[in-house]
């Protein structure tokens, strides 16, 4: 399994979900728009465009899991999206949840991600008090970007677009 991504690396990382934004949560069976795969009991449905967009984003961004799919990412989306293995933040929910709030994935990510690593990250479970969480990691030198995807949805190009922007601000 690979490792978090090179620090020497200068682009900054993206962390990629993978329910609710390549994984559309919805009962769609259309052919035309998603691309629907069966791992092991589940069905998924990734949009067409998404494997032509994570491509995109990787001249920008060291796309990285941050799902709480953990390394059966690696075993059973990546030949979907016509990826090589990605490196893992390894996420485990707490039935507590966090006192202060937060994302569950925020301990996760706050344990693996170097306290000066950019990043921007794709989630559909976002709620205000991260979007503060990264405003704060941001104003202390930190680029933080956070876009919540409509789970219904899955990644579109409007997000895409706004990765691509923010990234090239950071150059």
Known sequence: MPTLPNPEDPRPWLLLDVDGVLNA???SQNLKTYDIHHVQHFRIRIPKRVPDWLFELTGYFVPTWATMWNDLANDHLVDFLGMPEL???HCEYSLAGRLDGLHDKITCIENQVPGDQPFAWLDDEIKKVD???AYLRTTRGVPTKLIQVHPGMGL???HVNKLITWAKELS
């Open 131 to 133: 979007l503060d969480w």
């Open 25 to 27: 949560i919805n009962n």
């Open 156 to 158: 579109q190009q409007h």
């Open 87 to 89: 490196p893992v933040i």
